[in-house]
């Protein structure tokens, strides 16, 4: 009984061993393949690029969809305070990523923490992200922009290498021979307003292709176009000039159906405005 239990121990032993020595034996590989693309690291010039870019805080949570070693988000919550989760799809790609932000003292959940989910980006809810980073391939950049353009107005997008085809990026940044894009989520503006200023109320239609605007004001007889439109995920802003040849100057911003803020005229100095979408 005595050397039968010696047996097991030491057979025990050899198993711990050895189940150890396999979980070690991971090492990614440069071209290893993924379920949608093959596995190459970002530079480390490439990934403060581009958390820079995004101008993550410790206010934000980040999500790097396609995680891989981990390295995206582990650098979010060492360098720059962030909640960061990194969603892969290799099971042996997950330990090996959380191993590493256990090694750089970031494991975990909360602000300046990153763990690493298995899962599969397009299963995945990101909606509660405030900065989304991607290294993926063109094509599945574009099968994910629907998603993305559905985000809250003002969420921040950076990709490396690849871009959104007609989706212009707000950014472009090189680093030797590499570059990283960077867009922000616009909101929805396109249609008709209703738009009230303190003397009037008048009509408005906005035109929109992602964050480019155009628009009409109707000032009886005419439609008057609307000057120097800008749209930056949910901030607007917009001049008109009125039939008394008066420019006004307007900013605010975008809350779903509505919009609001402030106005400067030469006449009346500053007010307010309102827009309601019909």
């Not at 393949?33 to 690291?41: E, L, S, T």
């Not at 191993?99 to 975990?108: E, I, L």
């Not at 991607?134 to 994910?144: E, S, V």
């Amino acid at each position: 009984m005595i050397l039968k239990a010696r047996w097991i121990a030491a057979l025990a032993t050899l198993l711990l061993v050895f189940g150890a020595a396999a979980q070690q034996q991971f090492e990614p590989q440069v071209g290893q393949a993924g379920k949608d693309v093959i596995w190459v690291p970002t530079p480390d010039e490439v990934v403060e690029r581009m958390l820079t870019m995004a101008q993550v805080t410790p206010k934000d949570f980040v999500m790097d969809l396609g995680a891989g070693d981990g390295k995206i988000a582990i650098a979010a919550a060492r360098k720059f305070g962030a909640r960061a989760v990194g969603i892969e799809y290799n099971p042996d790609m997950v330990k090996h990523a959380n191993a590493n932000a256990q090694a750089a003292g970031v494991a975990g959940n909360g602000a300046g923490k990153a763990v690493i989910r298995h899962g599969d980006i397009f299963q995945t809810d990101f909606s509660q992200a405030t900065v989304i980073t991607l290294y993926l391939l063109p094509a599945l950049n574009m099968k994910l922009r629907p998603q993305l353009l559905s985000m809250r107005p003002g969420t921040r997008v950076v990709s490396h290498s690849f871009t959104m085809e007609d989706w212009q990026a707000d950014e472009v940044s090189s680093m030797d021979g590499r570059r990283a894009y960077f867009w922000v989520v616009p909101a929805n503006v396109m249609g008709n307003w209703t738009l009230e200023m303190p003397d009037q109320k008048l009509e408005m239609t906005l035109e929109q292709t992602f964050q480019k605007i155009s628009g009409t004001l109707a000032l009886q007889p005419i439609q008057a176009g609307l000057r120097e439109p800008r749209l930056y995920g949910a901030a607007i802003s917009f001049s008109y000039v009125g039939q008394d040849g008066m420019r006004r100057d307007l900013s605010g911003r975008v809350d779903g159906s509505r919009m609001e803020g402030t106005f400067r005229d030469e006449r009346n100095g500053q007010g307010r405005w309102s827009a309601v979408k019909k």
